[in-house]
């Protein structure tokens, strides 16, 4: 039996490792990220992968810095045939990627070169992309830089957001890791070098990214909005405080108000933005409030707005 050790954390991952344990590998164990407090309260969160794993009673390790880790060395005498990662979100170390007998395989989500990095679903749909998909790629100590295996693409539809997106893939990842890990291990499936050209990096979203701003257009907040739906959410800076923003779309009609100005509040909440363009709002998370659609929105603090006025500040 062949033997693993898998490396993950998110949602994404977890079809890939319960594909693998189905297809009958030997999961010697699975290292995620250390577990999080969130939110106000401090909730501990477990990793979506640290749960799969438990559920299948295998071992967990949950190094902060894999590299110099005591787990390090206990995961490097375990020599496992494979090593398969899935946005695991550290560097793997030389001696552990050389640790596998046979390869050091990654599931990507994009189209490599393009977006190398640790967030290429967002950074596609925030550039408006009209297909993603999955990379199949040998590991090295470089970010996403190894060898290619295999691909696979998938069209965004309009309607796509980064959720939609991660379970898409993640089942595309899923099966294309299980489709060609018997080569891999055969020998018979070589990893072709990347192209030189065409190289994107995706790093992870930063706070200052998630501000929807009246410099953009109708297009660009649809997108960020797109991109950072289920998290961290995007929102737009209203009267000074955070107003999140889940679900927009842009209006056909242009306006000839200031960008940042309130187009209407009759029965939708449309804004000005670049060019002219408009933004409609769907659904909304004003500060303190839980998300909610427009129309409760309008029927409560909405009332209160005039159309042409400023809705939006930079600052």
Not at 163 to 168: I, Q, R
Not at 178 to 201: D, N
């Amino acid at each position: 039996m062949t033997s693993v050790i898998f490396l993950g954390t998110p949602s994404f991952a977890v079809p890939s490792l319960e594909g693998l344990l189905t297809a009958g590998y030997e999961v010697k164990a699975v290292v995620t990220q250390p577990d999080k407090k969130v939110g106000r309260r401090q909730v501990r969160h477990e990793s979506p992968v640290k749960l799969a794993a438990q559920k299948h009673g295998l071992p967990v390790y949950q190094p902060a810095k894999l590299t110099g880790s005591a787990e390090l060395a206990e995961l490097i005498a375990m020599a496992p045939d494979l090593l398969i990662t899935a946005a695991y979100g550290q560097f793997l170390p030389q001696r552990f990627l050389t640790a596998a007998k046979i390869a050091a395989v990654n599931v990507h989500g994009s189209l490599l070169p393009k977006y190398r990095g640790g967030a290429p679903i967002q950074y596609a749909l925030m550039n408006g992309d009209k297909e993603t998909g999955v990379t199949i790629m040998e590991m090295v100590r470089a970010m996403d830089a190894g060898g290619i295996y295999a691909q696979q693409t998938l069209p965004i539809t309009p309607v796509d957001n980064a959720g939609s997106l991660f379970d898409k893939l993640a089942l595309i990842g899923r099966d294309l890791l299980l489709k060609k890990l018997p080569k891999i291990i055969a020998g018979t499936c070589q990893a072709k070098p990347q192209a030189a050209e065409g190289v994107v990096f995706s790093p992870n979203i930063s706070k200052v990214q998630e501000q929807i701003t009246p410099a953009m257009t109708a297009t660009e907040a649809s997108n960020l909005i797109r991109a950072l739906n289920p998290n961290p959410g995007a929102y737009l800076l209203v009267g000074g405080e955070r107003f999140k923003v889940w679900e927009a779309r842009v209006a056909k009609e242009g306006t000839s108000l200031a960008a940042g100005s309130l187009v209407s509040n009759q029965g939708r909440l449309a804004i000005s933005f670049a060019q002219n363009s408009v933004l409609e709002l769907l659904r909304v998370q004003p500060v303190g409030k839980k998300a909610m659609s427009i129309k409760a929105y309008l029927n409560g603090q909405g009332q209160q707005l005039v159309p042409g006025e400023q809705f939006v500040s930079e600052k």
